[in-house]
């Protein structure tokens, strides 16, 4: 597939969420930092004004994080499912896992490392179980050290 390294492989939906966060940094949350900014100066002696010193930091975030987002997605390449082989994992791709320790059932969607939230069960292609799997079929048994130690895994199903 493509050169993991400098490439930031993504779902179209994490292009979409990408861009609405770019934008909402850019066109609302620069306006109410500047904001915070302008009111805080009021107040008087920057050197002993925290609220001016919460707002500037602030602003330093949101500007990072712009710059952040757009390397992001300068360096971003869509993942499309015609480009992807159904019987193999890849970005995009659903797998559902089987715990050889214990038997449990897992179920993962494989997406880029920005858009990875495992509280919902979508995690990046990058971390331990998303390597161990990206590129297998069906049937396959990987094995993937996690601080808990060794754990082994049969993929049971995949859909996209």
Not at 48 to 56: D, V
Not at 61 to 70: A, C, K, P, Q, T
Not at 130 to 136: L, M
Request: some cysteine; charged content about 30%; overall charge negative.
């Amino acid at each position: 597939m493509a050169d993991q390294g400098s490439e930031v492989l993504l779902t179209a939906e994490g292009l979409r969420k990408l861009e609405q966060e770019l934008d909402e940094l850019k066109t609302v949350r620069r306006r109410e930092v500047a904001e915070r900014i302008k009111v805080a100066r009021e107040f008087g002696d920057l050197s002993e004004n925290s609220e001016y010193e919460a707002a500037k930091n602030e602003q330093a975030w949101v500007e990072g994080r712009i710059l952040e987002l757009e390397a992001q997605r300068r360096s971003a390449r869509i993942v499309r499912d015609s480009e992807v082989d159904p019987q193999r994992v890849n970005i995009g791709t659903t797998v559902q896992l089987k715990d050889l320790d214990n038997g449990e059932l897992l179920e993962y969607t494989i997406v880029g490392a920005s858009e990875a939230d495992p509280i919902n069960n979508r995690i990046s292609y990058q971390c331990p179980v998303g390597q161990a799997v990206f590129g297998k079929v069906n049937g396959t048994t990987v094995e993937v050290r996690l601080p808990g130690g060794l754990a082994r895994y049969q993929v049971m199903g995949l859909r996209r």
